[in-house]
């Protein structure tokens, strides 16, 4: 959905070659992965927007975000990043008349305050033990 959506938008990008997530190699047969955090990289306006696309079946105005996806949204959230990064989150896309798209703010950065609010339990972190002065 977002893709076709994107080629709508910006006629004139490449959206085949910004795809790079792991369902571009199931839809197009071009290598991809679900690593790099972002499923888009498009170049617009001088900044590199990294799109990281969440669907809903119905609309429950919610999404999850895994590791690598929190990586890239704080690191785009750093002052004076070239990069933009957002989340386009589809409510319903197996249903075009009730099928929304929104696009949402980085949400580890400044803009999502107020519209954007973090649910749940909270973040898993590890660490590594220094080793003891002998």
Known sequence: ?????????????????AWVSGN???????????????DFRLELDRRTW?????ASQGDS?????????????????????REKYVVVYVADPGNSVAMQIDVLPNPLGDEAAGVIEMLGEGIRYGFKRSKPDS
Do not use: N
């Open 24 to 38: 571009a190699t199931d839809q197009h047969a071009k290598s991809g992965s679900d690593g790099y955090g972002f």
């Open 50 to 54: 990294l799109i990281e696309v969440k």
């Open 61 to 81: 105005c919610r999404f999850e975000m895994g590791e690598s996806e929190v990586r890239e949204a704080r690191r785009a959230a750093r002052p004076r990043s």
């Open 1 to 17: 959905v977002v893709y076709h959506w994107l080629k709508e938008r910006y006629p004139g990008q490449d959206i085949d070659k």
